[in-house]
T-cell receptor, first 118, second 116 residues
Framework: AQKITQTQPGMFVQEKEAVTLDCTYD???????LFWYKQPSSGEMIFLIY??????QNATEGRYSLNFQKARKSANLVISASQLGDSAMYFC???????????????FGKGTSLLVTP | ETGVTQTPRHLVMGMTNKKSLKCEQH?????MYWYKQSAKKPLELMFV???????ENNSVPSRFSPECPNSSHLFLHLHTLQPEDSALYLC???????????????FGEGSRLTVL
């Protein structure tokens, strides 16, 4: 079963506008971590932001914030004031404590392609 | 510059060839990973190494053979691959494994593999 679901294959946003990329997850663990990564055309996966399941406040890193709604099991990424350089693939990922098969690594969603237009 | 370097960036090989992908991390991390990224599929974890010991083999066919000679280097040896193995192979490292909060992975730029 898919652990991470990103329902938006592609998104467009105009420069300087805010955009929300959706992510829902599935876990029965109480302790888990949620991550967002950016992958530009160069291929490198760049870490953006982390949210722990026990963190009461939404994580923020510069223009990135994570809208964490634990009861709904969603961890949406919000990018404020989009820039042309934000055009890339964005991946949501989760790390669980009890996943015996992949307990040491991240489960990734299929990604959302974001295009920022002038 | 992420501190994780992968070579070669691009590789084309026939099904009978033997080749290797190399990953080197300069971050002093203890854990290293191989991921496979195919088109329109989530990243798939292949192997995990902690302190040069393999801790996970995620049902990967034996035509992929990892090697971790030290905590800074990770190889993926390839032989008799199939066309469906064509993908972007990403190497990553992290400080340690086993703790949810220590989940930040640092990735290389990947090796784009094409199997003819």
């Amino acid at each position: 079963a898919q652990k991470i679901t990103q329902t938006q294959p592609g998104m467009f946003v105009q420069e300087k506008e805010a955009v929300t990329l959706d992510c829902t997850y599935d876990t029965s663990d109480q302790s888990y971590g949620l991550f967002w990564y950016k992958q530009p055309s160069s291929g490198e996966m760049i870490f953006l932001i982390y949210q722990g399941s026990y963190d009461e406040q939404n994580a923020t890193e510069g223009r990135y914030s994570l809208n964490f709604q634990k009861a709904r099991k969603s961890a949406n990424l919000v990018i404020s004031a989009s820039q042309l350089g934000d055009s890339a693939m964005y991946f949501c990922a989760m790390r669980e404590r009890s996943n015996s098969n992949s307990g040491y690594a991240l489960n990734f969603g299929k990604g959302t392609s974001l295009l920022v237009t002038p | 510059e992420t501190g994780v370097t992968q070579t070669p960036r691009h590789l084309v090989m026939g099904m009978t060839n033997k080749k290797s992908l190399k990953c080197e991390q300069h971050l002093g991390h203890n854990a290293m990973y191989w991921y496979k990224q195919s088109a329109k599929k989530p990243l798939e974890l292949m192997f995990v190494y902690s302190l040069e010991e393999r801790v996970e083999n995620n049902s990967v066919p034996s035509r992929f053979s990892p090697e971790c000679p030290n905590s800074s280097h990770l190889f993926l040896h390839l032989h008799t691959l199939q066309p469906e193995d064509s993908a972007l192979y990403l190497c990553a490292s992290s400080q340690d494994i086993g703790t949810v909060a220590l989940g930040e992975l640092f990735f290389g730029e990947g090796s784009r593999l094409t199997v003819l």
